[in-house]
């Protein structure tokens, strides 16, 4: 088994799929790297023939963002799995740091990073947004690997400090890990909450090792009001209507933060 896989998922035409692709098979240190996707073209097929990455067609007939990160999974044949977003850009020491924290817990079942917001393809490294996760992540300031599931919990019970693409979960303890089609958007935050009531660790690397980009396109830029519906349904099922809603309101005013 390898020890690190980049399952790149691709939809269909996209002008960041390639400089993604670059960012993975130059990273300082080499690890495996599929591309996936249930939207095949030429286009995305010519990137993984240019790059020499095998290409994978997700044909199971399921459909949905959920759907295509839970088979892109299912087929990374390693111990740690990063599932990386093709609009967004991996820093070259991302999988070097990965590998390396991953020999100080055994029982670690995810790590994750900082990370820049990418816009109109310039590095914003702060933000109330980004400070706001920092509040969140202050356990991790503390000690830099926690499995103590209450403190996990609580730090995503006020919001979602943890980007997506930065993740890499550790299949060889989470083998049939899933993200739930309860949610279209906001299905990472609730897998981490599921996860965080798991046994194993949560490690933060507390170095920006990701571009997270924001384009007119995006599907949290384009779906801004769905997504408050949906943080709204999950903070109410975590702390009531009143309370849920309150907490909902302030946390959502920093995904207006994106100048």
Known sequence: MN???FVILAHKESEYLEPCVISIITQNLKTKALITTSTPCDFS???AKKYGIEYIVNDTGKQGVVNDFNFAYSIAESKLVTLA?????????YARCIIESSKLD???????TDCYDLINNKKIGSSIKSSIK?????????KKSISSRIIKKLMLYFGNP????????NKSLLPNFKFSNNFDLIYDWKAWIDLAN????????????????FHEVSVTSSQLNKLHLEELKLLQTIWGNKLGKLICTMYSSAHNDRK
């Not at 977003?85 to 020491?93: A, N, R």
């Not at 920092?134 to 503390?142: D, E």
């Not at 046994?199 to 997270?212: A, D, E, H, P, V």
């Open 134 to 142: 920092k509040m969140l992540l202050f356990p991790f300031f503390l």
């Open 45 to 47: 097929k010519n990137i």
């Open 85 to 93: 977003h093709q609009d967004d850009l991996y820093e070259p020491d």
């Open 3 to 5: 020890e690190h896989c």
């Open 162 to 169: 943890i980007c997506c693409p930065s993740v890499t979960i």
């Open 198 to 213: 798991e046994r194993g660790s949560f490690i933060y690397l507390n170095r920006k090792l990701i571009q997270y980009r």
């Open 106 to 112: 055994s029982n670690a079942i995810l790590y994750f």
